[in-house]
């Protein structure tokens, strides 16, 4: 699964979210480093919804906008908790292998350190 599929996916998982607020929790969820353009949030929304994994709760005009509320579908739930326990399991294995590494933080310390 892409990163800004899970972090879509994961905006969803609480509660249903409009377009901008689907940007603004995913800005969040990655502390930044994810910042969706409107063109690659609706097509993955799209996507999503094809797929079975978000659907449209509900829709009300604001301002003369038409604005989708979408939410997290039973299949969008269990895709996502099963992305969890792979990224789980995957980081795992890197925090074993980094145990035997001089790392701050992973196993033995880090040279010079007391």
Do not use: C, N, W
Request: proline share 5%; charged share 25%; hydrophobic share 40%.
């Amino acid at each position: 699964m892409q990163e800004p599929t899970f972090l879509i996916l994961t905006a969803l998982a609480a509660q249903p979210l409009h377009g901008y607020g689907i940007v603004q929790s995913v800005i969040t969820l990655s502390e930044g480093e994810v910042k969706l353009r409107p063109g690659t949030l609706y097509g993955a929304l799209d996507r999503l919804a094809e797929q079975g994994l978000i659907e449209v709760e509900r829709e009300e005009a604001v301002e003369g906008r038409l604005r989708r509320y979408y939410r997290l579908t039973d299949d969008g739930a269990a895709a996502l908790s099963t992305e969890v326990q792979r990224l789980r399991r995957r980081a795992t294995a890197a925090e074993t292998q980094l145990k035997d590494r001089a790392v701050p933080g992973f196993g033995r310390p880090a040279p010079g350190a007391a």
